[in-house]
């Protein structure tokens, strides 16, 4: 398997020391990632707040994905994280199984429990930690309790962040989105 530094050496003639997804590169900044289902969407989805986010760089041969990976160049914009979280609430298209929701929403919490369970036995100082954990954990329950209360089986879905924090980088990331219910955003 070719690795990220030998594409950018071998199809952009761009030299680095270290591997990383983020680096600068005569004062540009840059981002490489594999292609996903959200890579067509990007451009549109910027383009909606009024963003230029990351552009594609084509390759040597003036291509845009080069072994399956893209690379990207940006400039860090003026943006209000509201903005992401109200387009987030704009339902698309598409509609996601509320089985699929509560899935991965126990999967989280049983993940977890496993964790926290390590320290739970364990009189430290991270016992706040512990029962902060639980606190969440019973918030996350409820939440799949009032899943439960939905009569129907999908709900209109919207696009999300993989993760939501008040950051260009973050929130603009081509490899950050998902299409999702449409309030994780606002609950993250």
Not at 41 to 46: G, K
Request: glycine letters at 2%; charged letters at 20%.
């Amino acid at each position: 398997m070719v690795s990220k530094l030998e594409i950018l050496q071998r199809f952009y003639q761009i030299y680095l020391e270290q591997e990383s997804d983020y680096f600068v590169y005569q004062e540009k900044f840059y981002y490489i990632c594999r292609i996903n289902n959200f890579t067509n969407d990007y451009p549109y989805y910027m383009n909606s707040l009024n963003l230029v986010g990351f552009t594609v760089v084509n390759n040597c041969f003036n291509r845009p994905i080069t072994m399956d990976y893209i690379l990207y160049t940006y400039q860090i914009e003026t943006y209000h994280i509201d903005t992401f979280i109200r387009q987030s609430m704009i339902p698309i298209q598409s509609t996601v199984e509320i089985i699929k929701i509560k899935e991965s929403w126990c999967k989280i919490l049983d993940e977890a429990k496993c964790k926290i369970g390590n320290y739970a036995s364990r009189i430290s100082h991270f016992e706040h930690f512990v029962v902060l954990s639980y606190y969440y954990q019973g918030l996350g329950e409820c939440a799949i309790s009032v899943l439960n209360q939905i009569k129907s089986k999908k709900i209109p879905a919207g696009i999300e962040h993989f993760y939501m924090n008040d950051s260009y980088e973050v929130l603009c990331c081509p490899s950050n989105f998902l299409v999702a219910s449409r309030v994780k955003d606002l609950a993250t």
